[in-house]
């Protein structure tokens, strides 16, 4: 049982580049989110998906979308990477049926943008 | 709109020094508060979940406490490996899922 896996580990972009961070969880739970978490300012969500092939807005979306074709894998895009853009992006999961706050995070995903 | 505020925002500790850590908490209907824990370089992971006010939980040298203000973490004689960042969230009516603070690291020297 491998949990929650992000890929990938550690990536390097310049400005105007896009991207694609890969989350998958192999728990069959319904729920799936996108955080990003910068010095000082704690973990705040990008977006989440309750289903396969719904997903919603979280406080920080903007520049970033989202995919949920299968229940098992979360993608996150950047379609123009920006400077701000620079974070440590970490997806978490949970059952449908567990308090919001039960979430099983992945080891996370650092991304420098030049 | 919810607001979660966490202290000290580092804590230094001799191991077996017991102390606490904060979680004051403003929010519209409080559905939950949840403690993690966050290891250097990894996601955080869940410790536990507070309902209602007087409840607590435990789970080896760690305590969670719970009012309708604030939540506390006690750790009683720490370890070395209990040296981590402790985060804590909470749901409610209004707003997403989770609103997380912004932790307390703490170190446990030996």
């Known amino acids: 049982n491998a949990g929650v896996t992000q890929t990938p580990k550690f990536r390097v972009l310049k400005t105007g580049q896009s991207m694609t961070l890969l989350c998958a969880q192999d728990m069959n739970h319904e729920y799936m989110y996108w955080y990003r978490q910068d010095p000082g300012m704690g973990l705040r969500l990008i977006h989440y998906?309750?289903?396969?092939?719904?997903?919603a807005k979280g406080e920080v979306p903007d520049g970033y979308n989202v995919s949920r074709l299968k229940k098992q894998n979360f993608l996150l895009g950047l379609e123009s990477a920006a400077p701000s853009q620079t974070s440590v992006y970490f997806c978490?999961?949970?059952?449908?049926?567990?308090?919001?706050?039960?979430?099983?995070f992945g080891p996370g995903t650092r991304l420098l943008v030049l | 709109e919810d607001q979660v505020t966490q202290s000290p925002e580092a804590l230094r500790l001799q191991e077996g020094e017991s102390s606490s850590l904060n979680c004051s908490y403003t929010v519209s209907g409080l559905r939950g508060l949840f403690w993690y824990r966050q290891d250097p370089g990894k996601g955080p992971e869940f410790l536990f979940t507070l309902y209602s006010a007087g409840e607590e939980k435990e789970k080896e040298r760690l305590k969670a406490t719970l009012t309708k203000k604030e939540s506390f973490l006690h750790i009683t004689a720490p370890k070395p490996e209990d040296s981590a960042t402790y985060l804590c969230a909470v749901n409610s009516n209004s707003g997403y899922e989770l609103n997380f603070g912004k932790g307390t690291s703490l170190l446990v020297t030996p």
């Open positions: 998906s309750v289903g396969e092939g719904t997903t």
């Open positions: 978490a999961s949970r059952p449908k049926a567990t308090a919001a706050g039960t979430q099983y």
